[in-house]
């Protein structure tokens, strides 16, 4: 799923016929859906040039394969920015907002590399910052270049998951 803001030349590697151009990368639209899920993944999906607002949660998975994501910002109040259960994540997001109560990102048994760029995660009340509960087998890396905070509960939960250290000097 490519949003507007991804040059499809590039993203697909597709060459457009002689005589003709494929639409290069403009301005990211917005996905909204007040009270319901931005993002539903599905197996084996590749998200880029996206802003996602106004859903409850932004993406959402279940048993989801592999997920490709980049190019995407998330801007959520009182409801999880990510929601996702068992599967692989790849992703690079730009920013993730999150505000109001509730938990703000939630992976379940959820591997991979995750960036969650430059991030402003804040439960107002009553929820977790971001809980990574298991991530499988194998290595898997998780990076917030913001920060993290509620006012109360706890601002990172890491559970069934062995922990390492960057690399830092």
Same mark, same amino acid.
């Given at each position: $799923? ?6 499809? !030349? ?19 639209? /917005? ?5 319901? /899920?931005?993002?539903? *993944? !599905?197996?084996?999906n590749?998200?880029?040039?996206? @802003? ?7 993406? *959402? ?10 190019? %995407?910002?998330?801007?959520? &109040?009182? +409801? ?5 259960? =068992?599967?692989? %994540? @790849?992703?690079?997001f ?14 379940? =048994?959820?591997?991979?590399? &995750? ?25 898997? /890396? $998780?990076?917030?270049g ?5 006012a ?8 069934? +998951?062995? %922990? ?6």
């Amino acid at each position: $799923f490519f949003g507007g803001g991804v040059d499809l !030349a590039s993203a697909s590697g597709i060459a457009a016929p002689s005589g003709s151009t494929l639409p290069g990368a403009g301005s990211r639209p /917005t996905v909204t859906n007040a009270g319901s /899920t931005g993002i539903s *993944l !599905a197996m084996g999906n590749t998200v880029r040039g996206l @802003n996602i607002g106004s859903s409850s949660p932004g993406i *959402l998975g279940n048993t989801f394969g592999t997920a490709t994501v980049s190019d %995407l910002s998330i801007t959520i &109040v009182n +409801a999880r920015a990510m929601d996702l259960s =068992n599967g692989t %994540l @790849n992703a690079t997001f730009t920013a993730i907002a999150k505000g109001g109560s509730g938990d703000g990102i939630v992976l379940n =048994n959820v591997a991979g590399d &995750v960036d969650f760029g430059t991030s402003t995660i804040t439960s107002t009340s009553s929820g977790r910052g971001i809980i990574l509960d298991g991530t499988g087998t194998g290595t898997s /890396t $998780f990076t917030v270049g913001g920060s993290v905070t509620t006012a109360e509960g706890t601002a990172v939960s890491i559970s069934d +998951a062995t %922990l390492g250290s960057g690399g830092g000097g």
